[in-house]
DNA sequence: TTGACAACCGAACGAGTGTTCTTTATACTC
DNA sequence: GAGTATAAAGAACACTCGTTCGGTTGTCAA
């Protein structure tokens, strides 16, 4: 660990800000740009402390080439490896009526995301569907959702999932709850829409919905 | 690996050089530095190649910045992944009642995402705001939902925005639609939920919203 | 008090740099 | 042949950005 005491609250402030804008941008900042997120307001003081971490053995810079900077070891270089995205299978569309299992394989691309989006699970743990038309609004899922659901055929209480009603033939994802007397309590995820109550052998857990990725137009 | 036949041989010699210049600088190379590597006497067909391999998915640019440039899966961290993730930087909560602009840093690590959930876009033209509370649920987003946005200022009918509105001083998640006489119709995303009637003058449009990240539990 | 020095500000200069415009040439389609 | 798209060149423009300079403030030792 580098000693960080011996550094101003300033140039602390641009060697995190630099680190998390070349993590984000791929490039280094200006002194402006330096300036306005660490609130200096002269360009001469960012460079004054510039030169200062160039000194110390912070940066190194390339003169008179704009954002000719560099950290000497970018604090990034974090244990959780950052940048790297997992595919999963998408499985299918889902509409009410069917059973998720009974999806026929699309030709739609695997779906792509990060793992936190997994709930730490493997890809090959879970499966991805993509939702078509309005029958999950009281999920609050929309047409043309993308819902990442952790294969299972239990779930606890409280925990989001996917279930297959044999009453109706339906599938709808819910909060279950389960009740006294082997009843299910099947609460939507909008707050203003009444839940409703199943018996339990006639329902079957599908999945435990992980996350939901939603891509506007 | 992927192809290159498609490349002309001039697009081929540019990603070369500016893999090789990123490895050896940690900054992009100028337009004019592209074209004296590659033996290219011209800025502007410089810049036809790059839009060229943006187009064709190789690079990702920053409009208007110098050295605005990134390659989307450098050569260099060879042994194929998946794919690449981005990181957004998260600028904090967004609460009915505060402009976008206004919030704060929070503490929040910066969000991890896929290139497909930026819209093309690169990472430094998009911000995330982590929603709190249920105030945006006609737009069928919920508490602790992530919404990805394009830092704009003005919208097109039919996209969808945040907005503040000064009247009432919230921020909203709507459709927007340019009706007559310089009325702006904002429709919610809950197609059951009536639309609003604003006046032109009186919204300032904060964001295009490009996508919603939700992580269930 | 005086002088030295670190830290800072504001402004201006000039080179660096992305963008745009006009023009030319070639290849393809209708 | 006319019209369109691609590829390229050169020049000009305007903004970006690193650098420099004069000036201010505060601290500390002599």
Redesign the interface.
């Known amino acids: 660990m580098r000693k960080l005491e011996r550094l101003s609250e300033r140039q602390q402030n641009i060697l995190r800000f630099m680190d998390?804008y070349v993590?984000?941008?791929?490039?280094?900042p200006?002194i402006r740009e330096i300036g306005e997120a660490t609130e200096i307001n002269s360009t001469s003081v960012v460079n004054y402390n510039l030169n200062k971490l160039v000194k110390l053995g912070y940066l190194?810079r390339?003169a008179t080439?704009?954002?000719?900077?560099?950290?000497v070891k970018p604090m990034s270089d974090r244990p959780v490896r950052?940048?790297?995205?997992?595919?999963v299978e998408l499985r299918g569309l889902i509409v009410a009526g069917d059973p998720v299992e009974s999806f026929t394989d699309t030709n739609e691309d695997p779906v792509?995301?990060?793992?936190?989006?997994l709930?730490g699970y493997d890809p090959s743990e879970v499966f991805a569907v993509r939702v078509k038309g309005?029958s999950m609004?009281d999920a609050?899922?929309?047409d043309g959702d993308v819902v990442i659901l952790k294969r299972v055929d239990t779930a606890r209480s409280g925990?989001?999932v996917a279930v297959w009603l044999e009453s109706t033939g339906e599938t709808t994802l819910k909060y279950l709850f389960h009740e006294e007397g082997g009843k299910i309590r099947l609460q939507p995820?909008?707050?203003t829409m009444e839940p409703r109550y199943v018996n339990a052998r006639e329902c079957r857990v599908q999945g435990r919905?992980?996350?939901?990725?939603?891509?506007?137009?």
């Open positions: 998390r993590a984000a941008n791929g490039f280094p200006t190194i390339t080439k704009s954002r000719g900077l560099r950290l950052a940048g790297s995205a997992l595919t792509e995301v990060v793992p936190s989006m709930g309005d609004i609050m899922i929309q925990e989001m995820a909008h707050p919905v992980l996350s939901v990725i939603r891509v506007v137009k």
